[in-house]
């Protein structure tokens, strides 16, 4: 696959209901302690949409946005143009060939960002062992993945920070059916801390089927493909907010790449179409004297049962919409 800039625009859907196209990205700077997740779906054959936004101050406030899932949002045709397209008050529009605007406004916190580097061209996931069937039913007609640069304010309970983070965005088009995944040990370890290294990766289960691993690791403008990912995760008292991770990604050669990563604030996202919940939590890590950043993403559910959590069973993550303090993950 090589990369245009057509790719980052709304496409034509095919006729199948199922249909969706979605824009996310996961940012940190680190000097200002100051990150968040933001993603946008929209489903135009049905007329909806999905927005999930996260921003946190370290030693602050952070502020969730999750229920859309629960309450989807309508969308109308003049919700996508030709460069890009909007649920609610939430954009993601191409602006450049690989650089993108986002942005979000809801009462107590807002965005007007700039994706506005790349650290390698945007790419597909490698296409490893039985992933055929996975990609038809999550991303069949096109999906990118890239590390970069992302400047510009995020203002949370009326305070205002003017950043220039670390980011990987994501973006994909084409039929989904999440009822076909099962997510009772995803994960999805993906981030950057710098052109020196970036990486992205998955492991998530058909219902019936084998587990699926796909990514890459990017170095220094060469690419590599991952053939398996392992993520032990350190999880709180609670048994499930990440306070740590350590990933070992193992390449097609052979080669074992391991990070170790550090929690530093996260969110949970309610899945009640298939009764669970994923956490998405911002990271760090070193690598060569540098501080590096991801976003490790996972649903911890070994038991396939179908309690979604509540903020009274979290000591860490944050569940409920609206603002509260950001939580010290130090121990």
Request: glycine residues 10%; negative net charge.
């Amino acid at each position: 696959m090589t990369y245009d800039q057509s790719m980052d625009c709304p496409h034509t859907p095919s006729p199948d209901k199922y249909w969706q196209e979605s824009d996310a990205y996961w940012f940190y700077d680190a000097e200002q302690g100051v990150g968040g997740f933001h993603r946008i779906g929209q489903k135009p054959n049905i007329g909806t949409g999905q927005a999930t936004a996260f921003a946190f101050k370290k030693s602050g406030e952070r502020f969730v946005l999750n229920d859309s899932y629960t309450n989807e949002l309508t969308i109308t045709p003049e919700d996508r143009w030709k460069s890009g397209h909007r649920v609610g008050r939430h954009i993601a529009e191409s602006i450049a060939p690989g650089k993108m605007h986002y942005a979000w406004d809801e009462q107590e916190c807002s965005a007007n960002l700039e994706y506005y580097e790349s650290f390698y061209a945007p790419r597909d996931w490698s296409k490893p062992k039985h992933s055929g069937e996975l990609m038809d039913n999550i991303n069949s007609d096109g999906h990118l993945e890239c590390s970069g640069k992302l400047r510009g304010q995020v203002k949370i309970a009326g305070n205002t920070y003017d950043i220039d983070a670390l980011c990987h965005r994501d973006r994909s088009w084409g039929f989904r059916d999440t009822s076909r995944a099962s997510l009772h040990r995803y994960r999805m370890f993906s981030g950057t801390a710098g052109s020196e290294l970036s990486f992205a990766a998955f492991l998530l289960d058909l219902k019936g089927g084998p587990g699926v691993v796909a990514g890459f690791v990017s170095r220094n403008g060469v690419d590599q493909d991952v053939s398996d990912l392992r993520c032990m995760v350190t999880f709180d008292s609670d048994g499930l907010s990440p306070i740590g991770a350590t990933a070992i990604l193992t390449l097609e050669t052979g080669e074992e790449v391991r990070i170790q990563c550090q929690s530093v604030q996260g969110f949970m996202t309610p899945l009640p179409d298939t009764n669970c919940a994923t956490s998405d939590t911002i990271s760090t890590f070193e690598y060569e004297g540098k501080t590096g950043f991801l976003d490790l993403e996972l649903c911890n559910n070994p038991g396939r049962g179908i309690y979604i959590p509540t903020t009274e069973d979290l000591t860490l993550l944050a569940i409920n919409c609206g603002v509260s303090k950001s939580a010290s993950y130090e121990i």
